[in-house]
């Protein structure tokens, strides 16, 4: 069982930047592959980003890449998510979920076992 909770949500403006947390508890949390995903007003859920296990590989969304990174402290039983050069469309939930390590990425909200409650970012243009 893992319990996940996002921090650091807020309101900034076009072109700035915010860090999302996500602390996990439990002793399994480096066998987990954990991701964000958003969702924003009458939109289904989406896929942002994920992490492997160990922090070494990445797999971002288009809409996201080169302007989020992704990245993780086994240590510390968190992950977190890097947002530069924010867009108003980047307005929504970010979620913070979790499934155990296999084979591919997986970027369906259906595919992962735990979430967290969610953090608002809202980005004004």
């Known amino acids: 069982q893992v319990q996940l909770v996002e921090s650091g949500g807020g309101l900034v403006q076009a072109g700035g930047s915010l860090r999302l947390s996500c602390a996990a508890s439990?002793?399994?949390?480096?066998?987990?592959?954990m991701g964000w995903f958003r969702q924003a007003p009458g939109k289904e859920r989406e896929f942002v980003a994920a992490v492997n296990w160990s922090g070494s590989n990445t797999y971002y969304a288009d809409s996201v890449k080169g302007r989020f990174t992704i990245s993780r402290d086994n240590a510390k039983n968190t992950v977190y998510l890097q947002m530069n050069s924010l867009k108003p469309e980047d307005t929504a939930v970010y979620y913070c979920?979790?499934?155990?390590?296999?084979?591919?990425?997986?970027?369906?909200?259906?595919?992962?076992?735990?979430w967290g409650q969610g953090t608002q970012v809202t980005v004004s243009s």
């Open positions: 979920a979790a499934h155990r390590s296999g084979a591919g990425w997986r970027t369906r909200a259906e595919e992962y076992d735990y």
């Open positions: 439990g002793r399994t949390f480096s066998s987990y592959v």
